[in-house]
């Protein structure tokens, strides 16, 4: 298939990618409640991550899987890793498997190659146990403990952790506003004394009637609203970034919805207790409007 009518199909399919965004609320006991002290984990505070995390077809772009691969082997080795994707909306919050279990394909109109990978990274059910405790404060915890990762975790894990020796859990977003996320950002924080890894992966901007898979240069309101994030995300600036929907520049065709930014909130949340740098590891623009740009606090 074409590239062309590969992304043809894959448009008229957008809407799957939110499919297997269902809960299960069990109810089930947390079991334990803590995980090693940070004497005992691999490293120190661990830094906070917002990636943009592409579509599949990511593996193939040679270039964005070396600048992901790299930038992982820059950070401290981490003991786990929280993910919390733009494919997973779900109140309450709710926690995914917590063992191996098989990917979530969330696309179609791909070649099947591209559903045909897998990423066995080790459950991390201690992980599972600390986030409840973390979480609970807020309201109940659901769970969906067949729920695999989904393409927004497992897509740039293959590139970042390639060989899929690090323990992984993904937990749902339960919310789209950015007080909200911010809060929960500030809940889950305790996690990176921990030897935990939490990342948001979205995109800052994500409007696919505006992909333009063959390049050529970004529209102004794509690189306006880019560059208004960098300048908010750099100031750690809560308050503008709350606003977003009436005060960054080019919004409304950067994000005619909103759950691929979702995911920075958190990021920036996790940040507020201490006193860290915002830097911007992946710059630049692919698919012709979508900006790369990803976020490291820390």
């Known amino acids: 298939m074409q590239r062309r009518a590969l992304i043809q199909s894959a448009l008229a399919g957008g809407a799957a990618l939110l499919a297997g965004?269902?809960?299960?609320?069990?109810?089930?006991?947390?079991?334990?409640?803590?995980?090693?002290?940070?004497?005992?984990?691999?490293?120190?505070?661990?830094?906070?991550?917002?990636?943009?995390?592409?579509?599949?077809?990511?593996?193939?772009?040679?270039?964005?899987?070396?600048?992901?691969?790299?930038?992982?082997?820059?950070?401290?080795?981490p003991r786990a890793v929280l993910v919390l994707s733009a494919h997973w909306l779900d109140a309450p919050l709710s926690v995914g498997a917590t063992r191996p279990v098989p990917l979530l394909h969330d696309f179609y109109g791909f070649p099947r190659r591209y559903s045909e990978v897998r990423y066995p990274a080790p459950g991390a059910p201690e992980l599972a146990a600390r986030v409840r405790v973390l979480a609970a404060a807020a309201g109940p915890v659901g769970e969906d403990p067949e729920r695999g990762l989904d393409h927004g975790a497992y897509v740039p894990l293959v590139a970042m952790y390639p060989e899929a020796d690090v323990p992984v859990l993904q937990v749902s977003l339960p919310s789209l506003e950015p007080a909200e996320l911010v809060a929960l950002g500030r809940r889950l924080a305790p996690l990176r004394d921990e030897g935990v890894l939490v990342v948001g992966s979205g995109f800052l901007t994500h409007n696919m009637r505006a992909v333009a898979w063959d390049g050529g240069a970004p529209p102004s309101w794509a690189t306006d609203f880019d560059a208004w994030c960098a300048e908010v995300l750099a100031a750690r600036d809560v308050d503008r970034l709350a606003r977003y929907r009436e005060l960054a520049p080019g919004v409304r065709q950067a994000l005619p919805t909103h759950e691929h930014f979702a995911p920075v909130a958190v990021a920036l949340g996790a940040s507020l207790d201490h006193a860290e740098r915002a830097s911007f590891p992946i710059e630049g623009f692919t698919y012709g409007s979508f900006t790369k740009r990803s976020v490291q606090f820390g």
């Not at 691999?42 to 193939?60: E, I, K, Q, T």
């Open 21 to 77: 965004c269902g809960r299960d609320a069990t109810g089930r006991e947390p079991g334990s409640t803590t995980m090693q002290t940070t004497a005992e984990s691999r490293a120190g505070r661990m830094p906070v991550l917002f990636l943009a995390h592409g579509s599949p077809l990511l593996r193939d772009d040679a270039r964005w899987v070396d600048e992901l691969g790299r930038w992982a082997r820059a950070l401290p080795r």
